[in-house]
Nanobody, 124 residues
């Protein structure tokens, strides 16, 4: 059984930083793609960033490019989302997701496993 557990959310002022971690367990993830998504109240879940487990390809939503960085630690089975220069519009519940494919996609329904989510709140 695959488990994804997020941590690192919290309250931060605009311009600040947060580091989200996703601990993955239950199988070998070498053929998986990992994604971070977010969902704000009243809005649909949206793709934020993704990485192939091999770590050689990363993808970002345009609004976070240059501010967020996704990376993975294969030895620890962990995917990290470093978020800098945070804005109030980044406020949402952030989810980690895994897809049994080496290809990163942006559609939530194409991911097989999800974490429980972690709240990120950015105050102005």
């Amino acid at each position: 059984q695959v488990q994804l557990v997020e941590s690192g959310g919290g309250l931060v002022q605009a311009g600040g930083s947060l580091r989200l971690s996703c601990a993955a367990s239950g199988r070998t993830f070498s053929t998986y793609a990992m994604g971070w998504f977010r969902q704000a109240p009243g809005k649909e879940r949206e793709f934020v960033a993704g990485i192939a487990w091999t770590g050689d390809s990363t993808y970002y939503q345009d609004s976070v490019k240059g501010r967020f960085t996704i990376s993975r630690d294969a030895a620890k089975n962990t995917v990290v989302l470093q978020m800098n220069s945070l804005k109030p519009e980044d406020t949402a519940v952030y989810y980690c997701a895994a897809r049994n494919s080496v290809v990163v996609v942006t559609t939530p329904s194409r991911y097989d496993y999800w974490g429980q989510g972690t709240q990120v709140t950015v105050s102005s």
